[in-house]
């Protein structure tokens, strides 16, 4: 069992909600979703390869029939599954510290949310309502979200490079070279191991 | 639609694991002993199946109580969480781990109610869509790149970095020949296996790592 | 917030001294009682941060402690098992987590710090005008321990600040002018510069930040007390405390700038300034991407006073600069928010003989830094900031790489200067790099504040 594997973190936590609650929550994500800023933070925090929320009304729980027995359940029940890159408390201490809002317009509709704000209790809280991952799979262990957007941009970049490199004369591609230079020099870190955690 | 994020698909399954004092050890823990000993490198089943940029698998026991006022409560079965992060369509990718890795998925999920077995393609799809979730939220960082993609550009900037490096002060003619040579070279590279840690490393004539 | 009580506080922590000499001593108790009772006979020297208003003093006088030092205090141990986990381990023991391996791992520490059996317990520093107000004020602790038997002396280190024409000099020995960029905290009185606080939503002004950040017992950065020992007397108005002594391969850096500026078409000492982030002189290339220029580099108003969000590109000053690393300020977004509980007050000086750029150097020469910092939580500042922003570049966008000056190479591992189409500021990557600092041992401190000294004297520390 581990949450980690490379350089990439499975966060895994399950929060219950009083059902009359889970409508402004399904209002809240659809007010996030087309206004946009909660994407965009999450774009420019840049440490999170894929994440998502996942509401479970008490009675939707998958039942198959058989020997199975119903849920009979109080609560509705919010999952949240986050793959990040660094540690667990930058992680929380990062979205406590710029993104304390969209946060609260999510979880303070869970039962016994101390907001996200100041950070110490809000770890105490996910600690709480977090579960371990059994298995974790990455195709690219070694990078992070960062490594792969720039691996795009030096691919897309070394592309039409490419396209140009046989037609020009050596000072033509000496030219488009610096110019492919400058577009992927920000863009050139080495990939591997992450560092290593407690 | 709630699940994808451009050409990404966020899938969430929860599969009830049958309960049944009688087996030794239980269905959940049986699950987790072969999960424990499962490659998460290259030999990895989703590595042998195509479209999976991350996956994980999480036996969840319970929901969590959170303390009064809030009321205790218990779920009647343990879940099996299956939430992937894939290419393509949701038939395609399912479709795919039936076909190239069905002991693998007959070994987790013969543990869980009603699992049909990989061997009937349709009968798979349908147990994993009757078990499928909707993603309420769902965000992906890179959302238009599959995997293969996603590897071999990884590759490329490992091989850019390094042509750049050792060509600071070369003259155009050199420049242009070498890295003529080197995008040659780099586009009959293989992309490095899925899962794995790095750069591909060839294996040479004569068999030997040189 | 409330004003702090500059007396209460040990002065090391609230100002720099810019007193030229130093020397540290690292004792080892045996005995707890004999050793309360030097505490006790230590008191009267020890350096408070209240204001010289009768002038500098010959020299001032600082204790901080080892978890295994108060352990042989004989601290309660439900009072030691409050503080951090990193405290308790020591610094040895993060050493994989802190990158110190290869070069700087334990095994190549200097025997004071990896000696298994008889471990540092405290520091004392000794700051002085001059080496012979150092003898004074060491002859007067030892006639303190000689009195008390309180605890023997391990060993000394010396430290000085670089001397160029008979006066002292914030250089260090690589040729770069140190001493800027110490943060401002809320209530710390001391002479404020714009940029060292932290950014305003303007995104142009700069205000002091929490004294949480530094001093245990106040508010910081997140709006809440800073996790801190219990009881609360013997945490507040203290802080915790790196020590690292950094030998620095002088020979090795000017044979590989030499080297690569020979390749570069900015010249070597704009080589050398993309390393750091300011010309050798101090000047910051944010600010004067060109050449060094006095005007800016000794004028408080404008030294730290910059941002990088004009220069996301980095082809002023390169993503993975030594100052641009350590302190990134806008450079993630957020204004800067991300990195305001960062931050870490530095507190070192060089050691070893300087030897200008003409004069011949070996890298066996004993000469570096001594790396003291200063913050309220070791984990969350100096840990974090060493992980991830030095040996480490995924937040600056520059995945494995790390710190060209700081970062344990191994002789792998690139640097890239970001550049424009100019030929003086071209892009160019070093690559192969050395070790140009080795970590030769060092630990983790805890500096309490006088009241928490005067309790540790006199075995009052109750746990409740």
């Known amino acids: 069992m581990s949450n980690i594997n490379g350089k990439v973190y499975a966060l895994n936590v399950i929060t219950p909600m009083k059902p009359w609650k889970t409508w402004i929550l399904r209002t809240a994500f659809f007010v996030l979703d087309h206004v946009k800023p909660l994407q965009q933070d999450l774009v420019n925090l840049s440490f999170i390869e894929f994440a998502r929320w996942v509401v479970i009304p008490r009675n939707d729980f998958p039942y198959l029939g058989g020997d199975q027995k119903k849920e009979v359940l109080k609560y509705d029940y919010l999952l949240f599954f986050s793959n990040f890159n660094g540690t667990w408390n930058q992680y929380i201490d990062a979205f406590s510290a710029v993104l304390s809002r969209g946060l609260n317009l999510i979880w303070r509709w869970s039962e016994k949310f101390p907001g996200s704000v100041p950070v110490t209790l809000f770890k105490e809280y996910i600690a709480r309502v977090q579960f371990d991952t059994d298995y974790y799979y990455t195709a690219y262990p070694q990078a992070t979200a960062n490594d792969l957007k720039s691996a795009h941009i030096v691919q897309s970049s070394f592309d039409s490079l490419n396209l140009v490199a046989g037609q020009s004369n050596p000072q033509q591609f000496a030219d488009a070279y610096l110019h492919f230079v400058l577009a992927v020099q920000d863009h050139l870190g080495e990939t591997g191991e992450a560092p290593v955690v407690g | 639609m709630p699940n994808k994020n451009g050409s990404v698909y966020g899938l969430t399954i929860l599969s009830p694991i049958i309960e049944d004092e009688k087996a030794t050890p239980s269905h959940d823990l049986q699950i987790r002993n072969y999960l424990a000993k499962l490659s998460i490198r290259e030999e990895s089943p989703f590595a042998q199946a195509p479209g999976t940029h991350l996956a994980r698998l999480v036996v969840m026991d319970d929901v969590i109580y959170v303390g009064m006022p809030a009321c205790e409560e218990h779920l009647k079965s343990k879940y099996l969480v299956f939430e992937s992060n894939c290419d393509g369509e949701l038939d395609t990718y399912l479709t795919g781990l039936a076909t190239n890795i069905p002991e693998h998925l007959d070994a987790i999920w013969k543990h869980c109610v009603g699992y049909p077995g990989a061997a009937n393609c349709e009968a798979f799809v349908d147990y994993m869509k009757a078990c499928q979730l909707d993603t309420t939220f769902y965000f992906a960082a890179v959302n238009d790149k599959s995997v293969p993609e996603s590897l071999r550009a990884l590759q490329t900037q490992s091989a850019v970095a390094n042509f750049i490096a050792t060509h600071q002060g070369a003259d155009p003619v050199t420049l242009q020949r070498d890295f003529i040579e080197f995008a040659a070279h780099l586009e009959s590279q293989p992309p490095p296996p899925p899962g794995s840690m790095g750069p591909y490393r060839e294996i040479k004539t004569g068999g030997r790592n040189e | ?464």
């Open chain 3, 1 to 464: 917030m409330s004003k702090l009580n500059a007396s209460d506080i040990q002065g090391f922590v609230l100002r720099g001294y810019n007193l030229p000499v130093a020397r540290y001593l690292f004792l080892h108790f045996e005995d707890a009682t004999r050793a309360r009772s030097l505490i006790a006979r230590l008191l009267g020297h020890i350096t408070t941060g209240q204001r010289w208003d009768a002038g500098k003093p010959q020299s001032t006088v600082n204790i901080a402690f080892t978890h295994r030092g108060l352990e042989h205090l004989e601290l309660p141990l439900a009072t030691l098992l409050t503080f951090p986990v990193e405290f308790q381990q020591g610094m040895r023991q993060r050493a994989a987590l802190l990158g110190d391996t290869g070069v700087n791992s334990p095994d190549h520490w200097d025997p004071l710090w990896r000696n298994d059996h008889i471990h540092v317990h405290a520091w004392l520093g000794i700051n002085g005008q001059s080496v012979e107000a150092l003898d004074t004020r060491q002859a007067a602790i030892q006639s303190a321990l000689d009195q008390t038997g309180g605890a023997t002396i391990l060993a000394c280190q010396e430290a000085a600040a670089v001397f160029i024409n008979g006066k002292p000099t914030t250089k260090e020995h690589f040729g770069f002018t140190d001493g800027f960029g110490n943060p401002d905290y809320l209530g710390v009185e001391r002479s404020t510069q714009p940029g060292q606080g932290k950014l305003m939503p303007d995104g142009k002004t700069w205000a002091p930040l929490a004294t949480g950040e530094l001093l245990l017992g106040y508010a910081d950065e997140a709006g809440e007390l800073p996790v801190a020992p219990v009881p609360h007397l013997l945490a507040a108005n203290g802080t915790f405390m790196v020590y690292r002594k950094l030998h620095q391969n002088v020979a090795t850096f000017r044979a590989f700038l030499d080297r690569q500026a020979a390749l570069y078409g900015g010249g070597k000492e704009k080589l050398a300034a993309k390393f750091i982030g300011r010309w050798r002189d101090g000047t910051p290339i944010e600010r004067s991407p060109d050449k060094p220029d006095s005007s800016i580099a000794q004028d408080p108003n404008l030294s730290t006073d910059f941002t990088y969000g004009g220069d996301l590109a980095g082809a002023r000053c390169p993503m993975g600069a030594h100052l641009r690393r350590v302190h990134p300020r806008d450079a993630f977004g957020f204004n800067g928010r991300l990195i305001n509980r960062r931050r870490i007050t530095r507190r070192g000086l060089p050691y070893g003989p300087f030897a200008a750029e003409d004069q011949p150097v070996s890298d066996a020469d004993d000469r570096g830094v001594v790396f003291m910092a200063l913050n309220a939580s070791l984990s969350r500042q100096f840990e974090f900031v060493q992980q991830q922003w030095v040996q480490y570049g995924n937040d600056s966008h520059l995945g494995n790489d790390k710190d060209v000056l700081m970062g344990n190479h191994g002789g792998h591992g690139r640097f890239v200067v970001q550049g424009d189409s100019s030929n003086t500021n071209p892009p160019f990557v070093c690559s192969n790099l050395p070790d140009f600092v080795e970590l030769r041992g060092g630990d983790y401190f805890f500096l309490p504040s006088i009241t928490a000294l005067g309790m540790i004297a006199l075995g009052l520390v109750d746990p409740r």
